[in-house]
């Protein structure tokens, strides 16, 4: 099957940003965690218990929603249905 001049430049294009993404690091290894990459976090038991502490008297000092989120990698509505 012979390809086109355009279907080869696609395809080389394609093949570029892939192997930009995988040299940035863009590309999420399975096995690795934390939220430094954007990877979700698993809080339970007395950790969990600690976290929604510190977000409760981090809320009553006054700061920003938006910015705890951001911070601790949760949504806004999480922040707002604590307690």
């Given at each position: 099957?012979?390809?086109s001049?355009?279907?080869?430049?696609?395809?080389?294009?394609?093949?570029?940003?892939?192997?930009?993404?995988?040299?940035?690091?863009?590309?999420?290894?399975?096995?690795?965690s934390?939220k430094?990459?954007g990877?979700?976090?698993?809080?339970?038991?007395?950790?969990?218990?600690?976290f929604?502490k510190?977000?409760k008297?981090?809320?009553?000092?006054?700061?920003s929603?938006?910015?705890?989120?951001?911070?601790?990698g949760?949504?806004?509505a999480?922040?707002?249905?604590?307690p």
């Open positions: 099957m012979a390809l001049k355009q279907d080869t430049s696609k395809l080389k294009r394609i093949i570029s940003l892939a192997e930009k993404l995988i040299t940035n690091g863009s590309v999420r290894q399975a096995s690795s934390g430094k990459n990877k979700r976090i698993r809080r339970s038991g007395q950790e969990l218990m600690q929604r510190m977000l008297a981090k809320r009553k000092k006054g700061v929603v938006a910015k705890l989120a951001r911070k601790h949760v949504s806004t999480y922040i707002y249905m604590l």
